[in-house]
């Protein structure tokens, strides 16, 4: 069983920088992709960036594409999601998930085993 502690959200002005933390539990972590997910009131939880396990190589949406950048430290089983030039719709309730060992990453929330409890990040304008 991952266990996955998400850190960092709060309240930001538009243009303005934020760095989500999840650190997971488990000796499995430098073997797992992770993802970061959010989910905006009313709205279905969206796929945002994701690191593979294997390479370290990174997708973005669309939507974050250029202005977040998510890492991993293997060391402190911990994954990353920097957040800059932030948008009031950004506005969400972001999530970490984890995939099983040795799966490659996804960008659907079926495909991912663990979930985070969410931290809130809200961007005024």
């Known amino acids: 069983q991952v266990q996955l502690v998400e850190s960092g959200g709060g309240l930001v002005q538009a243009g303005g920088s934020l760095r989500l933390s999840c650190a997971a539990s488990?000796?499995?972590?430098?073997?797992?992709?992770m993802g970061w997910f959010r989910q905006a009131p009313g709205k279905e939880r969206e796929f945002v960036a994701a690191?593979?396990?294997?390479?370290?190589?990174?997708y973005y949406a669309t939507s974050a594409k250029g202005r977040f950048t998510i890492s991993r430290d293997n060391a402190k089983n911990t994954v990353y999601l920097q957040m800059n030039s932030l948008k009031p719709e950004d506005t969400a309730v972001y999530y970490c998930?984890?995939?099983?060992?040795?799966?490659?990453?996804?960008?659907?929330?079926?495909?991912?085993?663990?979930w985070g409890q969410g931290t809130q990040v809200t961007v005024s304008s």
């Open positions: 998930a984890a995939r099983r060992p040795f799966k490659r990453i996804g960008t659907s929330v079926y495909e991912y085993d663990y």
């Open positions: 488990g000796r499995t972590f430098s073997s797992t992709a």
């Open positions: 690191i593979n396990w294997s390479d370290g190589s990174t």
